[in-house]
């Protein structure tokens, strides 16, 4: 089988993966760049208000025949998750081309259309994939595998054609909630000696540090919470149910009321029966729902009504600010407070360090001084720590590993003895 790196081996972002055999041709991925040509953050404006062609010249999208640019176009489109730098694209890609991916992703994908301007997975195109479950694809036979990543619904792919064997680890880690989905993965494809490992290294660069897991920030969480003088405000991505879960946890242990907003409400909701949390829209769940100012102006009233059991107001929180934890955004500073949180609030921030630079964090900051509060940073990465990724790789024990979602993809050869770096665009055979 051929193999094609679209976009991704000498950056992290812009995943875009193909697989053809014979007459059958699968993409893997289709995401937006996290980066441009300079490695300054991708500015998603940058796609407004231009026809595919000019986005194809200007690098932004990849030249994929079918995909992209005109040419017959592929027989599927799988997608590992819902992160931007993986789906980011599909709104540009052909309707006609079915859409692989798991439940969790679709459901991610339509809580991040309802809520931060993504796209949706459009249900005529999507093709539901189950976890162990082989599903055949033209010459291909693919077996997806859930694995742990700051994104609920993630999955690796096992794909088999012409006796040969790929796997391609989307982004994943060792250190979340669930260390047993990648240990089934070892335990299943280990064994079969894959003849190339397409391998995240996201980590690569910062060697020898193995950081917390994501109990140990749940304790730490919980700790923080124990500890604040005031209202905490908890700042993560909703749709890491991981996270979610390690918030909602550390909150009840201290026998705080957490408060979510409507996104994390309506993620709550859609995962419950997959995984057994709280479902906000339930009279008798332990959580609240806050409808922010931004929320209130969507006018979302299906949902507004969905949560209403559960519905709590600014001043009910503001009346006893000590007995709440409550999902927080820094645009809520103004528009939900009026830019002036109460005395002692704590915020905990759980994103990556490098959004820290922002105007709005830094206005945060400031003001949280001014009111004798605090900003802790409390964060563990989504991806794979470094000596995890040399276990991994070692226990999968491919005969090739290939590079990918890395800005060093040169360090691989430092620690495996089979590394074939590729180009973006360069075609071999498998
Ligand atoms: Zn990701």
């Not at 070892?186 to 003849?195: N, Y």
């Not at 000590?322 to 500073?333: D, G, I, N, Q, T």
Request: net charge negative; hydrophobic share 35%; proline share 7%.
């Amino acid at each position: 089988m051929q193999l094609t790196i679209h976009r991704g081996t000498r950056e992290i972002g812009g995943s875009c993966v193909e697989l053809q055999s014979g007459n059958t041709r699968l993409i893997i991925d289709v995401g937006l760049p996290l980066v441009d040509q300079d490695r300054e953050p991708f500015n998603r404006n940058a796609l407004r208000g231009k026809e595919l062609p000019e986005l194809v010249e200007e690098g932004i999208v990849p030249r994929v025949a079918g995909l992209f640019t005109p040419g017959e176009p592929p027989d599927a489109i799988l997608l590992s998750h819902s992160h931007l730098d993986h789906v980011g694209l599909l709104h540009l890609t052909p309707e006609t081309i079915p859409v692989y991916a798991s439940t969790g992703t679709s459901k991610m994908m339509n809580a991040g259309a309802m809520f931060s301007g993504q796209q949706r997975l459009p249900r005529e195109r999507h093709v539901k994939l189950a976890s162990g479950t082989p599903e055949a694809i033209g010459n291909f036979t693919v077996t997806p595998y859930v694995v742990d990543h700051s994104c609920y619904g993630s999955m690796a792919f096992l794909v088999e054609a012409e006796g040969k064997r790929l796997l391609y680890s989307g982004d994943l880690r060792m250190h979340g909630r669930k260390p047993g989905m990648i240990k089934s993965l070892i335990a299943d494809v280990g064994p079969l000696r894959v003849d190339a490992l397409i391998m995240e290294g996201t980590h690569f660069g910062s060697i020898g540090r193995q950081k917390k897991t994501e109990y140990e920030l749940e304790f730490e969480l919980t700790d923080l919470i124990r500890s604040a003088p005031g209202l905490v405000l908890g700042s993560f991505s909703p749709i890491d149910v991981d996270r979610l879960v390690s918030y909602l946890k550390a909150t009840m242990r201290n026998d705080r009321t957490f408060v979510v907003d409507a996104y994390a409400a309506y993620v709550l909701h859609l995962v419950k029966s997959e995984i057994g949390v709280p479902d906000p829209t339930d009279p008798k769940a332990p959580v609240r729902v806050y409808f922010n100012e931004a929320f209130q102006r969507k006018g979302i009233t299906k949902l507004q009504e969905m949560f209403a059991p559960n519905r709590i107001d600014r001043d009910e929180i503001l009346s006893r600010p000590k007995e709440h934890a409550m999902v927080f955004r820094p645009s809520m500073l103004k528009l939900d407070f009026d830019g002036d949180l109460p005395t002692g609030s704590r915020c905990l921030y759980s994103f990556w360090q490098g959004y820290l630079d922002r105007p709005d964090w830094t206005e945060l900051k400031r003001h949280l001084a001014d009111v004798n509060g605090d900003f802790v940073p409390a964060h563990t990465s989504g991806h794979i720590f470094m000596d995890d990724l040399i276990n991994f790789v070692q226990s999968i024990n491919p005969k090739q590993v290939i590079p990918i979602h890395t800005f060093e993809p040169e360090a691989y050869q430092q620690h495996f003895e089979n590394v074939r770096q590729l180009k973006d665009g360069e075609p071999i055979e498998v």
